[in-house]
Every structure is written in C-alpha cells, then in structure tokens.
C-alpha cells in the first residue's frame, strides 16, 4: 500500500485477536502499523507485534528490494510495536536503531541489549535527514508510555504519530475509515484518555507543522480531512463535549431500575433530547459505556443499593471514568433500595475529587417497583437535564 511514491505501507493486521491488552474486545481485529520510506538512506518505522515477525520481515524485504534499511525508527517501546526488534537487527545488522533514550532503556527490559553498538539517541527538535526526506522528533511523552516521540517528515507533510489518532480494528481494504469515529474515541479513551494534559501538549506541537497525511501504529492511514482528526483530539483530550445528547448507564437486579430507566429514556426523546445512549452495565463493553460517557455532556448513572454500597458491576463503571479523568459533566442519579436505598450518596462520594462534576438536583429514589412519585420524579428530572 503506497501512502506517497516514496513512503509504503509494512504492517499487518491481526483477525484472530479477541481482547487487545487483555481487555478491550476487538471483534473486527487489529492492525499493527509499519512504514518504510525509500530514500539515498530507507528507514522503517517501528515494528509488529510478535505473532507476526517473519511477514513483517517479508513485507520489508519485497518494498526495499535489493536495498537493505539503513535506520529502524522506534516511536514507541510498548510491545506490540517492538516485539520484533530483535529479529529485525539480526537480519539487518548493519542497521541503525534510532529513538529516545527512555525507549532504550526499556528496550533493555525485554531483550537484555540496548543495542547500544548501534542506537542513535534522539529527542526533541533532533533531525534526521534521509537523501530528499528529513525526520524531524517530537517528544509525546504519555501519549500514552512516557518514552513515545512522534516524528514529522519535512517533505511530504506526513506525521508518524505513534499510538495517536489510532483505532481499534484490521485495516479494511475496502473501507478503511469504517467506523472510524466510534473504534478511535473507544481506542482513545480506552487508552491514552488519562493523559489529556499530556496529549494537548503535542497537539500544541502539532499545530505549528503543515500535516497533510496522519500515519498512526493503529487504524488506517489518515489522509483527507486531517484538520476533523486533530479536532476530535482536542475535544477529546480537553475533555470537552463531542455531540449533542445523554448517556445512561444502569444496572438493574430484578428489572425494575431498567424499567426506570426505559420510562426515562422514552420522556427524555420526547422532551428533545437528540440522543439517548443507554447501557446495560452488566451485559454491554464496558469501554463503549465508558466512550459515551465522555461523547455527551450528561450522564445518567441507575443501581440499585447492593451489600450496602452500589452495585458492583456500576462501581467498576465510575472507577473506570474516574481512572480517565472524568470531569466537566453534569450526573443525574436513579438509586434503588427496597429498605435502605444509599447508592446516590455512595456515587457522589465517589465523585468527590473529580474536577467540573455537577449533580442534579432532583435524584430519583425507588424502593422497588415505580410509583406515580417515580413517575413525577422521571418528569422533574427531564425538564431539569433536556
């Protein structure tokens, strides 16, 4: 796949994977990204993870042709992009391995070598210069290990962005921006949504350089529309409100919360309300509730009172929001207790050192089955967050 006459694609995708990092569910695989760009000197960026070192190696070979790469390009260590570096010295040995000194030394940590023989350190504002292409190295610490770097060529405006702007998901021939939006804020905020501070930073970096083409390890190649991926980052990353709308997350014992929450969706689309993103936290993805919880401005948590505390399954929900640096929302509660209901109290104790979380007034308290109180309740509590 040619991303420019002189830059080509190396990568690979994985479509037997199920969880990516042992957790975020995959069901239309992953892709692994590498580049080669063909100059006087040819550098490949990064490498694969290690299910598939000999294609890699293959994929390098048939694009450099009678030529062998001169530099390796390391912009990030975590091992899905580094596990074949190794491999990749021994059948080059005449490569260069280039990236930050932090990235070697955890090079170390899985391969006991440095390669300090054959490193070239680099970090902010460093240049690299190819034949007609030139590298230039932007530091991105925490976006999202703290050694990754960015690097910018200077040519053909085209900026390797390590983990940003990535997405979960093979690489699809025929489509490659499938569901772009949904796989890259559940990727991001699955991911590197912790570190906004530090992912606003680089894009404070970014904008000062003339991007023409995103190449991510992750997702396809971002060409057109640039200036929409590099917004969507910063609302992201400035935890602002991407569309129009309301979550709500619920859980739900013996059906009468969810019977709560279906009455309050259905007044709520009523009312005006553009979106209703609903989940059911004991049977849907978690990092889908956690992407819509940070898509919209509002979010509506229901449980019930469990052991005298909330409900397990929902109090892994707020620890997973709280985790990412939930914040500048407004919660709107739904609590449930057929004797002593405190999970509203609980959930806004949990919320208590987020920054920007304002609270409802009106809580909706049941004790059971609803009420025509609960039903006045649902109706307060519409007119208060539509």
Same mark, same amino acid.
């Given at each position: 796949?040619?991303?420019?006459?002189?830059?080509?694609?190396?990568?690979?995708?994985?479509?037997?994977?199920?969880?990516?990092?042992?957790?975020?569910?995959?069901?239309?695989?992953? &892709? @692994?990204?590498?580049?080669?760009?063909?100059?006087?000197?040819?550098?490949?960026?990064? &490498?694969?993870?290690?299910?598939?070192?000999?294609?890699?190696?293959?994929?390098?070979?048939? #694009?450099?042709?009678?030529?062998?790469?001169?530099?390796?390009?390391?912009?990030?260590?975590?091992?899905?992009?580094?596990?074949?570096? !190794?491999?990749?010295?021994?059948?080059?040995?005449?490569?260069?391995?280039?990236?930050?000194?932090?990235?070697?030394?955890?090079?170390?940590? @899985?391969?006991?070598?440095?390669?300090?023989?054959?490193?070239?350190?680099? %970090?902010?504002?460093?240049?690299?210069?190819?034949?007609?292409?030139?590298?230039?190295?932007?530091?991105?610490?925490?976006?999202?290990?703290?050694?990754?770097?960015?690097?910018?060529?200077?040519?053909?405006?085209?900026?390797?962005?390590?983990?940003?702007?990535?997405?979960?998901?093979? #690489?699809?021939?025929?489509?490659?921006?499938?569901?772009?939006?949904?796989?890259?804020?559940?990727?991001?905020?699955?991911?590197?949504?912790?570190?906004?501070?530090?992912?606003?930073?680089?894009?404070?970096?970014?904008?000062?350089?003339?991007?023409?083409?995103?190449?991510? !390890?992750?997702?396809?190649?971002?060409?057109?529309?640039?200036?929409?991926?590099?917004?969507? @980052?910063?609302?992201?990353?400035?935890?602002?409100?991407?569309?129009?709308?309301?979550?709500?997350?619920?859980?739900?014992?013996?059906?009468?919360?969810?019977?709560?929450? %279906?009455?309050?969706?259905?007044?709520?689309?009523?009312?005006?309300?553009?979106?209703?993103?609903?989940?059911?936290?004991?049977?849907?993805?978690?990092?889908?509730?956690?992407?819509?919880?940070?898509?919209?401005?509002?979010?509506?948590?229901?449980?019930?009172?469990?052991?005298?505390?909330?409900?397990?399954?929902?109090?892994?929900?707020?620890?997973?929001?709280?985790?990412?640096?939930?914040?500048?929302?407004?919660?709107?509660?739904?609590?449930?207790?057929?004797?002593?209901?405190?999970?509203?109290?609980?959930?806004?104790?949990?919320?208590?050192? &987020?920054?920007?979380?304002?609270?409802?007034?009106?809580?909706?308290?049941?004790?059971?089955?609803?009420?025509?109180?609960?039903?006045?309740?649902?109706?307060?509590?519409?007119?208060?967050?539509?």
């Amino acid at each position: 796949m040619k991303i420019t006459d002189d830059i080509l694609y190396a990568g690979v995708n994985d479509t037997k994977i199920d969880l990516f990092e042992g957790q975020f569910h995959v069901p239309n695989g992953m &892709s @692994y990204n590498s580049y080669i760009i063909l100059d006087e000197k040819t550098a490949v960026m990064d &490498s694969v993870d290690h299910h598939f070192g000999e294609e890699w190696i293959s994929n390098i070979e048939k #694009i450099c042709g009678e030529k062998t790469p001169d530099f390796l390009i390391v912009h990030h260590a975590e091992p899905d992009h580094s596990a074949n570096i !190794l491999r990749f010295a021994e059948r080059f040995p005449n490569a260069k391995i280039v990236s930050s000194l932090m990235a070697f030394n955890m090079l170390k940590n @899985y391969f006991g070598t440095d390669f300090s023989d054959r490193r070239i350190i680099v %970090k902010e504002g460093d240049t690299l210069s190819l034949g007609k292409h030139t590298l230039q190295f932007i530091s991105a610490p925490n976006v999202h290990w703290p050694e990754v770097m960015f690097s910018f060529e200077q040519t053909e405006k085209v900026l390797f962005s390590a983990d940003g702007f990535g997405k979960f998901g093979a #690489i699809d021939e025929k489509d490659p921006l499938y569901d772009w939006e949904c796989e890259a804020r559940r990727y991001y905020f699955g991911i590197v949504g912790k570190f906004g501070a530090n992912v606003q930073t680089a894009l404070k970096k970014a904008s000062s350089l003339d991007i023409k083409i995103l190449c991510p !390890l992750h997702g396809p190649v971002l060409s057109e529309n640039v200036g929409k991926y590099i917004q969507l @980052y910063d609302i992201w990353s400035s935890y602002g409100v991407e569309s129009e709308g309301i979550a709500i997350a619920y859980t739900s014992v013996y059906g009468h919360t969810e019977k709560v929450v %279906k009455s309050l969706e259905k007044k709520l689309l009523n009312a005006g309300c553009k979106k209703c993103a609903v989940s059911d936290l004991a049977r849907c993805d978690i990092h889908e509730a956690v992407e819509d919880a940070f898509r919209y401005g509002t979010l509506v948590l229901a449980t019930v009172t469990y052991n005298c505390d909330i409900f397990p399954t929902m109090k892994n929900f707020i620890e997973a929001l709280k985790e990412r640096n939930y914040q500048n929302r407004k919660i709107a509660l739904i609590e449930n207790g057929t004797w002593a209901p405190v999970a509203a109290k609980k959930i806004k104790a949990l919320f208590e050192e &987020s920054k920007n979380i304002s609270f409802a007034n009106t809580v909706i308290t049941i004790k059971g089955e609803m009420t025509e109180e609960t039903d006045t309740q649902i109706d307060a509590l519409v007119k208060e967050i539509v």
